[in-house]
């Protein structure tokens, strides 16, 4: 008789295991039975002695998660603690630690133990407890999303079909907004009537011219050409000095006679300087 080969399914080929987690370092405890309906406690077990130490590996095949305990060194499996539903017992935490949580282990053929598992670090317990939770909110999404779907479907098998497709003598008229292209600029808004507006400047925008002097004011000054001042040391009591025209300077011909008497070129020097009259 020929042996018969059985063909896979589709729903075989769907079993794809995806690795969720890892802990390189875990640890299992024997502990004892429940005492009260709270809960495990870690207190009551001997945390330093601990029945085996490996590797934990989390394993999601499609909907169920499968909790792995290897050894490290061989490779082997150790034990294993389906978790079908996120409401199962079977991945229990301690009521008085964080680190610690009882397993439901189960051999595959009908037989199951309750067994202890802690971590080291803290963190580790964290990182475990959110890939538990973050697998069954995905799970919980992929339901509700398959239910709007088969909404979906229903509503549109039973509703007609609209009629999309154009009519005749429709069209369809769409507008492209090309890069560079020309665009017109907005209209400024005007002010209202109502805004406060500023007069436009005087004489088609210069300034004024300065006003006349007022009458009795002070006379213009002379001439800068018709004053020389006398650099004359003043007292130490520190007196104005005030300095009058100096005497004209003799011309060119009354230089030369000058040059030849001595003593009118004196006379001609005191004149000079007697002319500057200094008033204190």
Not at 196 to 204: A, D, E, K, V, Y
Request: net charge neutral.
């Amino acid at each position: 008789m020929a042996a018969v080969t059985k063909e896979p399914s589709f729903d075989d080929a769907l079993d794809v295991e995806s690795t969720l987690w890892t802990c390189k370092e875990c640890y299992v405890y024997q502990i004892p039975p429940l005492k009260n309906e709270s809960g495990h406690r870690a207190n009551d077990w001997d945390v330093n002695k601990w029945l085996w130490s490996g590797k934990l590996v989390v394993v999601a095949v499609r909907d169920t998660i499968e909790i792995r305990l290897i050894d490290e060194g061989t490779g082997n499996l150790f034990a294993m603690c389906p978790m079908p539903a996120a409401t199962s017992k079977n991945v229990d935490p301690v009521i008085d630690s964080s680190r610690y949580f009882v397993l439901r282990i189960d051999d595959g053929k009908g037989r199951h133990a309750f067994i202890g598992l802690g971590f080291r670090d803290r963190s580790d317990s964290y990182d475990f407890n959110a890939t538990l939770q973050d697998h069954w909110k995905s799970v919980q999404r992929q339901v509700e999303a398959d239910e709007m779907r088969k909404e979906m479907e229903a509503r549109a098998a039973t509703e007609p079909l609209k009629d999309l497709s154009l009519k005749e003598g429709e069209k369809i008229s769409i507008k492209v907004n090309v890069p560079g292209g020309h665009k017109e600029r907005p209209a400024r808004p005007k002010p209202s009537g109502g805004g406060l507006t500023l007069p436009p400047p005087p004489g088609g925008g210069l300034l004024a011219p300065p006003p006349p002097p007022a009458a009795g004011g002070l006379p213009p000054p002379p001439p800068a050409a018709s004053f020389a001042f006398s650099s004359l040391s003043c007292s130490r009591s520190n007196a104005i000095c005030c300095a009058r025209p100096l005497a004209p300077l003799p011309s060119s011909s009354s230089l030369a006679t000058l040059a030849s008497s001595p003593t009118s070129l004196a006379s001609a020097r005191w004149h000079r300087l007697s002319s500057a009259r200094t008033v204190w």
